[in-house]
């Protein structure tokens, strides 16, 4: 059996936003910005689009800005509030210990030209309080960032609470939503977010193609210089084929969160149950809180990256948070952050499932995991050690 | 390309000597749980020659791999030809591993020694302390 459970890595494309794009990749092929009748029904074509990913999150459609993907989205949010806010002398942006690379490394850029970065510690259930969020706000505070779901435990910010805060004191608020937009409703006016990243391919929709949501007033900065596309912030030839699919994507996933959050909660708990019958292995971060789609666990006295290997010889795909499987020495800084122990973080399992998985998946899934994991206790001192109480367990069960 | 060659994924999956040895004459460990990999090899040595070798390993499929095969390399050996096995030999007899997992080779060669150096100590028999290096001097983990 084949369970694909990475949909937080990128999912397929949904039929829907396959067929959206083939016109515009061979009969409707202009250049958008061309004055002829073919260039100009892409423009059309764009600018539907536009509106329709405006639609889905509640915003106007002069507020999206399409780009190459959610990484790029969070670097010209981030870039954008940080330009403002040199200008003003306020050079103090907030964020949080597990944000993507996206948006940390963005800050480290910012942090060797002078900028003062505060990250926020995440509590053990992987969630960050608008109380902290409010305690480190101070006058010369340009941005507050922070993920609305992280993309590996997959729980889920107070975004509405900090937002209502950032806006009370007149700071700019970023939310990094691509791993909740198209999976959790999203209402930019109702959240007070300033600016919001998306990518197509977490939802369903095509890889190389995201959107940045930015609110009427904000002054974004342009990353890529050229052109006047995307009203002067987002040079280049814009990805029509793309967007338009994204587009039709996201208005497909957003349509079913209702029917379609009800089915994977169900079986993502079927999952979470499932695999906490396996003594001394925990789930990583809020049970309730989190993301449709989301199970992330951390096992004791085994290595994540020879579970994925196994895993994937019984035909289920995953991702872990291991260092070997992150290619470098520490595991991942998300799992730190929630303050799980290095030999813990190195045993953790992402399995993200989407609509299409099935509750004989889900079972197969189960059993794959629970045998692996013990094949490769019954080969690891680590196990033994803790097993002969060699070692202290870091679970209590 | 595939992450590991067919060596490394054939001794991954069909790992050889893997368990215990009870009435070792020699044990070797080293690694640690917070660098992620953890290697304990077992020897029964007969006539100062490896009769039998088993190992335990916690850690990513080419730290499996490379136990298993540095295991297979030494097994009906003499001591002074498994003291001489190599971490690049292991890898060779590999057919390779990708750069960052070299460690994992350094890792059975040192596991190995360890291992020797157990039978040694136990025994009173003289070795050159030079030859036995410790996971200290690896700078592959960081800690």
Redesign the interface.
């Known amino acids: 059996m084949n369970v694909y459970c990475d949909n937080a890595a990128t999912t397929r494309m949904s039929k829907t936003a396959v067929e959206a794009m083939l016109p515009f990749l061979y009969d409707n092929f202009g250049n958008p910005s061309s004055l002829y009748s073919i260039g100009q029904r892409a423009k059309e074509a764009l600018e539907a689009a536009r509106a329709d990913v405006a639609t889905v999150i509640n915003a106007k459609p002069g507020e999206i800005y399409f780009t190459s993907g959610g990484s790029e989205a969070d670097n010209q949010a981030i870039l954008s509030a940080a330009a403002q806010g040199e200008k003003k002398g306020k050079k103090h942006i907030i964020s949080t210990a597990f944000e993507h690379h996206a948006v940390l490394h963005t800050l480290n850029a910012l942090k060797k030209r002078g900028f003062e970065i505060t990250l926020l510690d995440v509590h053990s259930d992987g969630v960050v309080t608008p109380e902290q969020v409010a305690n480190a706000i101070r006058e010369d505070t340009c941005l507050v960032t922070i993920m609305y779901a992280n993309n590996e435990i997959g729980t889920i910010q107070p975004i509405k609470q900090i937002g209502e805060i950032c806006r009370s004191k007149k700071v700019l608020f970023h939310t990094d939503a691509v791993q909740a937009a198209g999976h959790v409703p999203i209402d930019v006016e109702d959240l007070n977010v300033d600016m919001l990243s998306m990518s197509a391919h977490k939802f369903h929709g095509p890889k190389g193609t995201g959107a940045l949501y930015a609110r009427k007033g904000v002054i974004l900065t342009s990353l890529i210089n050229g052109g006047a596309q995307e009203n002067r912030k987002r040079a280049g030839t814009e990805n029509v084929a793309g967007i338009v699919s994204m587009a039709a994507a996201l208005k497909e996933a957003a349509g079913q969160i209702g029917e379609n959050g009800k089915k994977p909660i169900s079986l993502r708990n079927r999952l979470i149950a499932g695999l906490g019958e396996i003594p001394y292995g925990e789930l990583n971060g809020d049970a309730d809180r989190r993301l449709p789609g989301n199970v992330s666990f951390c096992c004791e006295?085994?290595?994540?990256?020879?579970l994925l290997?196994m895993l994937d010889?019984k035909g289920i795909s995953a991702s872990s948070g291991?260092?070997?499987?992150s290619?470098s020495?520490d595991?991942s800084h998300v799992l730190l952050a929630i303050g799980r122990?290095?030999?813990v973080a190195?045993g953790s399992l992402r399995l993200t499932l989407d609509a299409d998985t099935t509750e004989e998946e889900i079972d197969y899934v189960i059993a794959s995991v629970k045998d692996v994991v013990s094949y490769l206790r019954n080969?690891?001192?680590?196990?033994?050690d803790l097993v002969n109480g060699k070692?202290q367990h870091v679970f209590a069960k | 390309m595939a992450l590991y060659s067919e060596k490394v994924m054939d001794h991954f999956r069909n790992p050889r000597n893997v368990g215990v040895i009870e009435d070792a004459d020699g044990v070797g460990e080293v690694g640690n749980p917070v660098c992620g990999d953890i290697m304990k090899i077992y020897l029964k040595i007969d006539n100062e020659t490896i009769s039998d070798v088993k190992f335990e390993t916690f850690g990513c499929g080419s730290a499996i791999a490379s136990s298993s095969m540095a295991t297979e390399l030494i097994k009906g050996k003499p001591l002074s030809e498994a003291l001489k096995l190599t971490n690049k030999a292991v890898t060779e007899a590999l057919d390779g591993l990708p750069a960052h997992k070299l460690h994992c080779s350094v890792l059975a060669e040192e596991a190995i020694k360890a291992a020797v150096k157990d039978y040694y100590d136990k025994n009173g028999i003289a070795y050159d302390p030079k030859d036995f290096p410790d996971c200290d001097h690896c700078e592959s983990c960081g800690v």
């Open positions: 006295g085994i290595e994540g990256e020879s290997l010889d291991s260092a070997c499987t290619g020495l595991p122990p290095h030999e190195h080969m690891s001192p680590l196990w033994r070692r």
